[in-house]
């Protein structure tokens, strides 16, 4: 990218932002910017008329677009070529809602078929278990499960089920046990009744040390109350893995493949079999459906008018040629608490590089900080620094439509959501316009771009819009850059080095004299004083 004709454009391009004429506030004043600077899609709506550019700028991003061939390689993916290049694999994750769109089908025929089988069979247990065909063994019905897993095995999960129970009662709980700390743990067992509770264990090779530390937890934690795992364990994970193995008997067992990344996985079973038995397998139908009008948007839309691409564009020039180092995620609805982690993972795994396809270290950093919590409890948070301090650009989420559809009163006038709603609006001003006053401290230069997504609803289809809005976006950005959005080789420095640290606090449970004088002094003094439970 960096040697590109559009590159160097957009460099050049650059300097005229710092000038006063190319201030947000004066560039907002055109009435027609709105119209010129936002695409949309029905339910789906992508404003970045508050981003710091202008037609040309817009043109030159989409001149780089076709120069990388991004559109091109988004297509390679969705036909199943092997575009996650240093681990030799494709990445099919549109293929798991591919309902209609020839398309986003994958050329071997072997993979839709793979998936089928998958999706037939978890429609059939997940249906059995919501109609009480299958129970535990007291002839109970399960009211809650707990999915087991961690990063990409529960983050999307976790984002989707609390976007859809705010509209959506759940007729089976969920709850997610991630943390290795065993506080995460003692917190979720308060919250079930052990013999009316599955454990959903998620883990594509069943080794990950963490989930397999929580696994051992949940075992114990069946056979004090005496229940058995093939009445109450379900996994999901590779074929033939440790978790696939039929002399260790579960309730039910649901692959994985190596052609969807943890991060991309939601619309596979690792999140349709959490999310199809506490909402249904319809429902979530209704949600592979968004995220697959999305992906044929994606698909087919040219650059300018292309919702993800231009996000992803836009993103790149923020990052690579503006210099900003951090976005924010700020939801403007709290059954959308969950999207700022889900994206960070996601955005930050697959972009957070510092080489290229080609192993050639990357002049600039790859990708940039994510961060969010939903608004207006953000506004209560950090935005003293988003409006005075070092400048990030933000990305708003407004939903038109409640998930709540009870009665609402009014307060100065107006309801609750429409109160939230004057905070979004005005949020998007206050950043790009600043304000002039004489006492420094209540001075805001403004000039801090936004961009404002916006969903009719909390509908299952609008929640997959969103979803699959975001994984393109990322891919995208991943493409034009040339590096790999789907492997992330820097999860597993910190897992090599704690192995040897488990190592030696093994051995210090066996031994309390065991000796430390060989283990890194810093080390040896917290191994030391987690044995004795006090520093020092």
């Not at 990445?91 to 078929?113: G, N, V, Y």
């Not at 997610?176 to 003692?186: H, Q, R, W």
């Not at 978790?243 to 260790?248: A, F, K, M, R």
């Not at 109160?419 to 401290?441: F, K, M, R």
Request: proline share 6%.
């Amino acid at each position: 990218m960096y040697a590109s004709d559009s590159y160097r454009s957009l460099q050049k391009q650059a300097t005229r932002f710092e000038t006063p004429d190319y201030h947000l506030k004066q560039m907002i004043k055109n009435p027609e910017r709105l119209g010129e600077f936002s695409l949309g899609l029905p339910g789906f709506f992508f404003d970045f008329s508050r981003q710091r550019l202008d037609k040309t700028v817009k043109n030159i991003l989409c001149d780089l677009a076709e120069e990388r061939g991004a559109k091109q390689m988004f297509a390679r993916m969705a036909a199943g070529e092997k575009v996650n290049t240093t681990e030799n694999r494709a990445a099919l994750h549109t293929a798991c809602r591919s309902f209609s769109d020839p398309d986003l089908i994958p050329a071997e025929p072997k993979i839709i078929q793979q998936m089928q089988k998958v999706s037939r069979a978890m429609r059939s247990f997940c249906s059995d278990i919501r109609e009480g065909s299958i129970t535990n063994t007291h002839g109970q019905a399960f009211t809650d499960a707990v999915v087991v897993g961690i990063g990409g095995s529960y983050l999307g999960c976790e984002c989707v089920y609390n976007a859809l129970k705010a509209a959506h009662t759940p007729k089976i709980r969920l709850h997610f046990l991630s943390n290795v700390d065993i506080d995460n743990f003692g917190e979720v067992i308060t919250r079930i009744d052990p013999e009316t509770c599955l454990w959903i264990v998620v883990s594509k090779s069943y080794t990950t040390t963490e989930t397999m530390a929580n696994l051992a937890q949940v075992w114990a934690f069946l056979e004090r109350h005496s229940l058995l795992p093939k009445h109450h364990l379900v996994t999901i994970t590779a074929k033939g893995s440790p978790g696939d193995d039929p002399s260790n008997p579960v309730l039910a067992s649901f692959h994985m493949f190596d052609y969807i990344g943890g991060r991309y996985s939601v619309s596979s079973a690792v999140g349709g079999v959490p999310l199809s038995l506490a909402f249904g397998p319809d429902l979530f139908d209704r949600f592979l459906k968004g995220c697959s009008i999305m992906d044929s948007h994606t698909l087919h839309a040219p650059p300018g008018e292309n919702i993800p691409l231009m996000a992803a564009l836009i993103s790149i020039w923020n990052i690579q040629i503006l210099g900003y180092t951090a976005q924010a995620i700020i939801p403007y609805s709290c059954a959308l608490s969950k999207l700022a982690p889900h994206v960070q993972q996601l955005y930050m795994e697959s972009l957070g590089k510092g080489v290229d396809k080609s192993g050639t270290p990357l002049p600039r950093p790859a990708g940039s900080i994510v961060f969010g919590e939903p608004g207006t409890n953000a506004q209560h948070s950090f935005f003293q620094l988003a409006h005075q301090g070092p400048a990030f650009p933000v990305e708003f989420i407004g939903v038109l439509c409640p998930g709540y559809k009870g009665r609402q009163v009014t307060a100065k006038g107006v309801y609750n959501h429409q109160e939230l709603w004057a905070n979004l609006i005005a949020q998007t001003l206050a950043l790009a316009e600043g304000l002039d006053h004489e006492v420094p401290a209540r001075a805001f230069g403004g000039n801090r771009p936004s961009s404002l997504l916006v969903i009719d609803d909390l509908s299952p289809e609008s929640i997959g819009m969103l979803v699959s809005f975001y994984e393109a976006r990322t891919v995208f950005e991943g493409f034009i850059l040339g590096i790999n959005p789907f492997d992330q080789f820097g999860v597993e420095l910190g897992k090599v080095l704690a192995s040897g640290i488990r190592k030696k606090m093994a051995d210090q449970n066996s031994n309390l004299d065991h000796d430390l004088t060989h283990v890194d002094p810093t080390a040896a003094f917290y191994i030391r004083s987690l044995s004795a439970g006090k520093m020092g």
